[in-house]
Nanobody, 123 residues
Framework: QVQPVESGGGLVQPGGSLRLSCAASGRTFTTYFMGWFRQAPGKEREFVAG????????YYADSVKGRFTISRENAKNTVYLQMGSLKPEDTAVYYC????????????????WGQGTQVTVSS
């Protein structure tokens, strides 16, 4: 199993950039598909991006495609989310999650979750 821990959230102005990191403890990190989700107040948790075990394939929600990039560094048990051209509607708590079964866009498809990191986009 793995235990993800997110970091890198904060306050950023519209149009700015931020990089989130997710460090996952455990010796089986490379066996998991990793995903980023976000949840804004009063809204359901939604899929943002995902990356396969070896990092060869990535997937994005339409709302972030072209602005966000997911990557992973298996030697460091870490997955990243580089966010650019940020908009106020990107404001949310961002969660990192691990899936045993591969690409899933529903939260139920992920077994392990971090505690989340707050991203606020505001002037």
């Amino acid at each position: 199993q793995v235990q993800p821990v997110e970091s890198g959230g904060g306050l950023v102005q519209p149009g700015g950039s931020l990089r989130l990191s997710c460090a996952a403890s455990g010796r089986t990190f490379t066996t998991y598909f990793m995903g980023w989700f976000r949840q804004a107040p009063g809204k359901e948790r939604e899929f943002v991006a995902g990356i396969t075990r070896g990092g060869g394939s990535t997937y994005y929600a339409d709302s972030v495609k072209g602005r966000f990039t997911i990557s992973r560094e298996n030697a460091k048990n870490t997955v990243y989310l580089q966010m650019g051209s940020l908009k106020p509607e990107d404001t949310a708590v961002y969660y990192c999650a691990a899936s045993n079964v591969g690409l899933r866009t529903a939260p139920a498809g992920y077994e392990y979750w971090g505690q989340g990191t707050q991203v606020t986009v505001s002037s």
